[in-house]
Nanobody, 129 residues
Framework: QLQLVESGGGLVQPGGSLTLSCAGPGFSLDAYAVGWFRQVPGKEREGVSCITSSGGSRNYADSARGRFNISRDKVKNTVYLQMNDLKPEDSGVYFC??????????????????????WGKGTPVTVSS
């Protein structure tokens, strides 16, 4: 079964930065919207940021807007999430998911990943001093 591969998570101090990567080995992500979703124990998975297949539209959760930036590199078949000024509440396991969407990118992001066709196994992010 095809699966995405996330990387770049780790332990960082508050105020620090991380860049997460989501690669699609073995298949092209070109036709898919890709989202980053965060899972925290005891809470529902939430959409952090999503990007359309063309890269022309992006969506951010209120908590991420102004601090995070999502981008995609079609040559490298990879989607990135640059996270700056990290806060303890940003901690969690970050999953990327790819979906062929016929709705808005905002709708995809708030869907909590419903209907995602391809998932990765996640990369953990811990923001702590």
């Amino acid at each position: 079964q095809l699966q995405l591969v996330e990387s770049g998570g780790g332990l960082v101090q508050p105020g620090g930065s991380l860049t997460l990567s989501c690669a699609g080995p073995g298949f092209s992500l070109d036709a898919y919207a890709v989202g980053w979703f965060r899972q925290v124990p005891g809470k529902e998975r939430e959409g952090v940021s999503c990007i359309t297949s063309s890269g022309g539209s992006r969506n951010y959760a209120d908590s991420a807007r102004g601090r995070f930036n999502i981008s995609r590199d079609k040559v490298k078949n990879t989607v990135y999430l640059q996270m700056n000024d990290l806060k303890p509440e940003d901690s969690g396991v970050y999953f990327c998911g790819a979906k062929f969407i016929d709705t808005t990118i905002q709708a995809f992001c708030v869907s909590r990943g419903h209907g995602v066709e391809y998932w990765g196994k996640g990369t953990p992010v811990t923001v702590s001093s």
